[in-house]
């Protein structure tokens, strides 16, 4: 029986290139090479798509020295010094990919736009499904999904609108808010408004809204352009941070209000019409929220799986993560982060991830490892369920 041809798309634009590496490493290193022939196609920081003889060597950090004269590092993630795209991707050569339908074999088919991409068109990166490990921005948007919609290929996770959506902080909110679920008050304003007037801009927060708030750009992942403002004075600055990464902010009233933190705690959703959700964990963050250097920098943050609470609050979160998996309309996977108030103990959905850190020692795939899914079984399944919504979506019509 042939072995599946499975794509591991890594890499991408977004700031978040160097955490997908981190990602598609771990996935080359756990796969099942017995049921899968392995193709890993790279997209450097500039768009250039690479399909590279030696990606997973180079993945891995294991350099040639005929390839990179500098000391043989290992990824970390958030060290691009360590994860240099160019680096990563050197060998292999460069294809450019159409948003069309493969001719003979399911796949993605490179096509000429220059002589010197002439040996790459020969062939198409025949796969049979993609599994793009590819976080933030032109890889968890929807814009990499709707290229692999109109190639006609199966892929693993969300689709284009289950992507977009859950990208978006402010449409995200909305669909929560649309569907029950708890959410904490926001305020969206567009980086426009507030170039042209600032201080209306901040009395209108601040009329929504009590100190601390979270001011996040409404489409970054990774925590990328977030700051918590404690007062009048922070909120200026913390929204022109965040107004350099998006047009639109989204401005959270903290939990917990000045004097306590939020607990952070965290659900894994698997599956397509059928969800289900894992046991939950909770992030104790080394700094004073779990931002990117909290994420990936600095060390001291603490995964705590399961998480600390009640019967009773495992199977609300689980509940509400099923939901919010629902109500964006997500396939494949998920990630979705609660804030748990820590007197009350309300809890709060804060947002979902769509293609969550995919490391062995990533969150998502830890909280799947103690609820008795192990990593390998876990990407297994993610492939299998990448076919199901592929095979499902060919009973739709598109005309009569």
Same mark, same amino acid.
């Given at each position: ?148 919609? !109109?190639?006609?290929?199966?892929? &693993?996770?969300?689709?284009? #609108? *289950? =992507? @977009?959506? /859950?990208?978006? $902080? ?38 929504? !809204?009590?100190?601390?708030?979270? &001011?996040?750009?409404?489409? #970054? *992942? =990774? @925590?990328? /352009?977030?700051? $918590? ?57 080394? $700094? ?113």
């Amino acid at each position: 029986m042939a072995k599946l041809r499975v794509g591991i798309l890594f890499g991408g634009r977004s700031g978040e290139h160097e955490v997908s590496l981190l990602s598609a490493a771990s996935v080359l290193n756990a796969i099942d090479k017995t049921k899968y022939e392995v193709v890993p196609i790279g997209i450097t920081k500039d768009g250039r798509w690479l399909t590279a003889e030696h990606a997973e060597r180079l993945l891995r950090g294991e350099q040639q020295a005929s390839v990179l004269p500098t000391p043989e590092k290992h990824l970390r993630a958030g060290d691009p010094e360590a994860t240099p795209g160019a680096a990563v991707l050197a060998t292999g050569e460069s294809v450019v990919v159409p948003p069309e339908p493969a001719r003979r074999e399911a796949g993605i088919a490179p096509f000429q736009t220059d002589a010197n991409l002439r040996r790459a068109s020969d062939r198409a990166i025949n796969v049979d499904v993609i599994f793009p490990v590819l976080h933030g921005t032109f890889g968890e948007d929807g814009t990499i999904q709707g290229l692999l919609e !109109l190639a006609d290929i199966a892929y &693993v996770g969300a689709g284009v #609108l *289950g =992507s @977009s959506a /859950g990208m978006d $902080k402010d449409v995200m909110k909305s669909l929560f808010r649309a569907a029950g679920l708890p959410i904490v008050k926001q305020v969206t304003v567009l980086r426009n408004q507030f170039d042209r007037a600032p201080k209306k801009v901040q009395k209108l927060v601040e009329s929504k !809204l009590k100190y601390p708030v979270f &001011v996040k750009p409404a489409n #970054l *992942g =990774s @925590s990328v /352009g977030i700051s $918590k403002a404690h007062d009048h004075k922070e909120l200026g600055p913390a929204i022109a941070e965040a107004a350099k990464f998006d047009r639109k902010i989204v401005i959270e009233e903290g939990v917990g209000g000045k004097r306590n933190k939020a607990r952070e705690i965290e659900c894994a959703v698997l599956g397509n019409d059928d969800p289900k959700a894992s046991v939950a964990g909770e992030i104790v963050p080394c $700094k004073e929220f779990y931002d990117y250097d909290a994420k990936y920098l600095v060390e001291g943050s603490e995964a705590v799986i399961p998480a600390k609470i009640t019967k009773a609050e495992m199977k609300t979160v689980q509940r509400l993560a099923i939901a919010a998996f629902q109500a964006v309309d997500c396939t494949g996977l998920a990630r979705v982060d609660f804030l748990m108030e820590p007197k009350s103990r309300r809890i709060f959905v804060n947002e979902i991830n769509t293609m969550p850190g995919f490391t062995a020692i990533s969150m998502y795939p830890k909280m799947w490892v103690a609820s008795g899914v192990s990593y390998p079984e876990l990407i297994d399944r993610l492939i299998r369920l990448g076919i199901e919504r592929h095979e499902d979506k060919k009973r739709n019509q598109y005309s009569r």
